[in-house]
Each structure stands twice: as C-alpha cells, then as structure tokens.
C-alpha cells in the first residue's frame, strides 16, 4: 500500500518553543492531508484538514493559531505547534489520501509524532 | 454529523478462537466507506478492512470479516482464528465519500494464549 512518513517520531521540548512536525507521501501525491491528535487510550480526533495550496479547514475547538497547518505541496504538509505548552502534549497523527484514488475512501496514516512539552 | 459509536471499551478472546467486535454508526449520506483499523502498541494505524456501504455483500480479508447491516447501521469485524499478534486496538471508522473520517472510541483487544 502506500506510504506516509511522518517526522519526528518523537520530540520533547521547553515550555513556549514551537515544534514542527512534518508529514510526506512517499509514494503518491495527495491533495488532501488530515491531522489527528490522540490521547492516551482514547480515539484519533480531527484536528484539520489540510489542502495542497489554501488554507487548512479547522475543526470546531481546534485553535488556528496554536497549531499552524502548511501543505505547500503535493507530498507535504507541516503541523507547527506554536508557544508550545504541557497540555499539547499528545500523540500527533497525519494521514493523507492518494489524489489519483479519491473514490476508494481509504486514508494511510504515518507512523505518529508524540510530542512532550516540559 | 456522522458518529461512530464501539460500545465495547475491551474485549478478551483465547488464541486460536473466533471473536466480534461491534460498532454502530450514523450518517445522513447515500454514499460512505466503513473501515477497522488496527492500531498495535506501535501506534500505527493499519488498515483491516473496508467496506463499500453501496456493496450488500460483506467483505472479508483472510480471518477478517464484517457483518454489513445498513438498515441497521451495524458494522461489525469477527477474527476467527485469533493469533497472539492480533492484540491491538481496533477501530471502526467511517468516511463519507471522501471528506472526512470519523472514528469510534476504540476497542482493546486482548488474545490469551
């Protein structure tokens, strides 16, 4: 199947600095790329869709300005935590889904990021 | 609004045995993918399986395989067979036609030897 790589794995860091996570398909290109956030034993919450070349569609509680979505192109797009705090401690997920394949419904995730704010 | 509801928070089978998980869902669209994904300590989502909801036939994958209600809005994954590797959390997700993904809460699958 395809492949998503996701980048860091893991990533600790002070309390106020920003953190960039990068999220790539390897194997195809993807117009449309979505980040999770996932707590401990609990499920995958949509974060934001990101689209190749416009802004991301945010969900409902999920601040903007917190966590800054860029997909400049079709193979990439970073999750930037900014002024990063304990609380956006989390395990961060992307998945994207194959331009050429829109209709087949099925999404490839990366491998994760889980972040630790100290 | 589309939900995806598993009401089964952990579920225990011995090895070699058969085992269902359930999920209920609720979407106001005609056209829709239902999916499980496994997702093992590692943190990866793997696909399981998928089902198409225009598809009456239920799909299969090996030892997996759903039990499509659409009427009922049912959509439930059995593992015959159950091996060691299978203890993972599951979820059952659906997609409606490309927009969005939604998510149950998960079930923790436990295999016993």
């Known amino acids: 199947g395809a492949v998503v790589s996701q980048h860091p794995s893991r990533v600790i860091c002070k309390s106020g600095t920003s953190v960039k996570i990068e999220c790539r398909s390897l194997d195809f290109q993807a117009t449309t790329m979505f980040w999770y956030r996932q707590f401990p034993k609990q499920s995958l919450m949509l974060m934001a869709t990101?689209?190749?070349?416009?802004?991301?569609?945010?969900e409902q509680g999920v601040e903007k300005d917190k966590f800054l979505i860029n997909h400049a192109s079709l193979t990439l797009s970073t999750l930037t935590v900014t002024s990063a705090h304990p609380e956006d401690s989390s395990f961060y997920i992307c998945s994207a889904r194959d331009r050429g394949d829109l209709n087949t419904g099925e999404l490839f995730f990366g491998e994760g990021s889980r972040l630790t704010v100290l | 609004a589309q939900t995806v509801t598993q009401s089964q928070p952990e579920m225990s089978v011995q090895e070699a045995e058969t085992v269902t998980l359930s999920c209920t869902y609720d979407t106001s669209e005609s056209d829709y993918y239902l999916f499980w994904y496994k997702q093992p300590p590692s943190r990866q989502m793997i696909l399981v399986i998928r089902q198409e909801a225009y598809k009456q036939q239920n799909a299969t994958e090996n030892r997996f395989s759903v039990n499509f209600q659409k009427a009922a809005k049912s959509f439930s994954l059995k593992i015959s067979d159950s091996q060691l590797g299978d203890a993972a959390m599951y979820f059952c997700?659906?997609?409606?036609?490309?927009?969005?993904?939604?998510f149950g809460g998960g079930t923790r699958l436990m295999v016993k030897p």
């Open positions: 997700a659906c997609d409606n036609a490309g927009n969005m993904l939604t």
């Open positions: 990101s689209n190749e070349g416009s802004k991301a569609t945010y």
